[in-house]
């Protein structure tokens, strides 16, 4: 109501994963009825999947008892805003490779049953770039390897190995991607996009 003062201290108070929170707002003041828009900067370090958590705490004046909290929405921090495809020569792949020692294995589960296009599919949802020669993932042999590689904003390295064969009583494929990354975060974020974009594919 008109008249009444309210306090009303945003507190983002809480990042998960190589997030901080470069300043906190102050307190605000207002009147009844009264609104104002308040920011806080948040940096990112790091492709390590990040949440930020916030609440509002406030108190009215005049009115004797606890002060009140509302709860906001998480904000999750994409990781594919931050990778973007790279090129590396295929020694420097098995030195990283051998180096690394991070990894995550995604089994494969998808309704494609070509090869190449799966191969496709999960070169887009990853941001990453196939680093295996086209004429190497011609025919028809019922059997396909690959390797990618991506680099983050940040210079992280991120590669991976896609192994899988097209079974011939159902045509469906099988086998998995294997990710390697020097931080754990980065391998297991990649797996979880490529886990996301076979649910949603599949319609599970």
């Not at 008249?3 to 009844?32: C, F, H, M, Q, Y």
């Not at 009140?68 to 921090?77: E, P, R, T």
């Not at 309704?111 to 295996?132: F, G, Q, V």
């Amino acid at each position: 109501s008109s008249g009444i003062n309210a306090e009303w201290p945003l507190r983002p108070g809480a990042t998960l994963g190589d997030l901080k929170l470069v300043d906190k707002p102050s307190p605000i003041t207002l009147a009844g009825n009264d609104f104002c828009n308040t920011k806080a900067q948040v940096k990112v370090a790091s492709t390590e999947t990040g949440i930020i958590f916030g609440n509002i705490v406030y108190d009215v004046s005049g009115v004797s008892g606890d002060r009140s909290c509302v709860v906001l929405n998480d904000i999750h921090i994409d990781i594919m805003d931050y990778i973007v495809p790279a090129s590396c020569t295929d020694v420097e792949f098995r030195k990283m490779w051998a180096e690394f020692e991070w990894e995550n294995k995604v089994s494969i589960q998808t309704n494609i049953s070509d090869m190449n296009k799966y191969l496709e599919h999960i070169l887009a949802c990853t941001n990453m770039k196939c680093l295996t020669p086209k004429q190497a993932l011609s025919g028809d042999c019922g059997f396909l390897a690959a390797n990618m590689y991506a680099k983050s904003v940040f210079g992280e390295d991120a590669l991976a190995n896609i192994s899988m064969e097209q079974l011939p009583d159902t045509g469906s494929l099988s086998g998995h991607i294997r990710i390697r990354a020097k931080s754990q975060g980065m391998a297991l974020s990649l797996g979880d996009k490529i886990t996301l974009s076979q649910k949603k594919e599949t319609g599970a």
